[in-house]
């Protein structure tokens, strides 16, 4: 399975943009999503998760009430809708999958197995 992420760009701040990651050669049935985020000089640091069971979702303290993560597990395809942009969210933006069924949720970026090309989201202030 190989994703692709998509959607990023250069918006002002209070913008809203929509990430797309789309599966390929596989389906993201039963397969933990989240996304990341890598800001330059910066690790790599969760934003949300979509559990492979039960529907839940979990966001980090600094996007909650403005991210949603959802997916269309038909489509192979997990969005993330991102609201009331901050300069701060400036950062490569990556699509992680775990196939494992050992996590219902993780933040760690070693539980993943499949990883997105990345997208930059620029926000100007």
């Known amino acids: 399975v190989q994703l692709q992420a998509s959607g990023g760009g250069l918006v002002q701040a209070g913008d809203s943009l929509r990430l797309s990651c789309a599966a390929s050669?596989?389906?993201?049935?039963?397969?933990?999503m989240a996304w990341f985020r890598q800001a330059p000089g910066k690790e790599r640091e969760f934003v949300a998760g979509?559990?492979?069971?039960?529907?839940?979702?979990t966001y980090s303290d600094f996007v909650r009430g403005r991210f949603t993560i959802s997916r269309e597990d038909a489509k192979n395809t997990v969005y993330l809708q991102m609201n009331s942009l901050k300069a701060e969210d400036t950062a490569v933006y990556y699509c992680?999958?775990?196939?494992?069924?050992?996590?219902?949720?993780?933040?760690?970026?070693?539980?993943?197995?499949?990883w997105g090309q990345g997208t930059l989201v620029t926000v100007s202030s």
């Open positions: 992680a999958g775990d196939r494992s069924l050992r996590y219902t949720n993780s933040r760690i970026p070693s539980a993943y197995d499949l």
């Open positions: 050669g596989g389906t993201l049935g039963g397969t933990l």
């Open positions: 979509s559990a492979w069971r039960g529907g839940s979702t």
